[in-house]
């Protein structure tokens, strides 16, 4: 029992002592002092309850509610960006591997390992190679696949600066989910890749027109 909790059974003990003994020393038949009696045990009570009683209450509910009695485990996701927060990004994609095993339709995990090799590892072939095996080798749901494959666009335009290989992609993704969201979300992308090939065109015809600049 902590000293806490001692401090506050004694105090509630206390005030329930006083209250008796007020009750039993004066006279029952005087209004006034009865009045006057019931004002001071309100007082007194309602300070104690707000000072004592409720947060003791409180911590009672929290614990019932909040603890099961068992250590908390910490989320493999958690693991996995403390991992990656120490430099340890072979063992964050061991902790995703473990999210995905226990949760093959989820794509999350699998988005993050291909972003682990493609940011972290300065691998971005791994990660292709990786998203396009998983894209391969089960059944998706259509929202599912589309995410993937714009994770493979993403990664063939920012990280490879493949920009023909992030249109290839992107074309699919229309090609496969017409009339969707994913095939709107695929037309903006695609001008968007355009218009960066277009100024890595522009601006390559411009040095090898001043090859001295």
């Not at 949760?103 to 699998?110: A, M, N, R, V, W």
């Not at 300065?122 to 990660?127: I, Q």
Request: charged content about 25%.
């Amino acid at each position: 029992m902590s000293s806490d909790l001692v401090i506050r059974l004694c105090v509630l003990g206390l005030a329930i002592l006083a209250a008796v003994l007020g009750w039993n020393s004066i006279d029952k038949e005087d209004m006034g002092s009865l009045f006057i009696y019931i004002i001071l045990v309100g007082v007194i009570g309602g300070l104690a309850g707000v000072k004592y009683l409720i947060p003791w209450i409180a911590d009672i509910i929290g614990t019932v509610v909040y603890s099961s009695g068992e250590e908390v485990k910490m989320d493999d996701s958690v693991k996995a960006i403390a991992k990656i927060a120490q430099g340890d990004y072979a063992g964050a994609i061991s902790e995703y591997e473990k999210i995905s095993a226990s949760k093959p339709d989820d794509t999350f995990p699998i988005a993050e390992i291909a972003k682990i090799y493609a940011d972290k590892l300065g691998d971005p072939e791994k990660a292709l190679i990786y998203l396009q095996a998983k894209i391969e080798n089960q059944n998706w749901e259509p929202d599912s696949v589309a995410f993937l494959m714009f994770r493979l666009a993403e990664i063939q335009q920012d990280k490879r600066k493949d920009l023909p290989a992030a249109q290839d992609v992107l074309g699919q993704i229309i090609a496969n989910f017409p009339n969707t969201k994913h095939s709107a979300n695929a037309h903006h992308k695609l001008q968007e890749v355009q218009q960066q090939q277009f100024k890595e065109l522009a601006a390559q015809r411009l040095r090898n027109s001043n090859p001295n600049a």
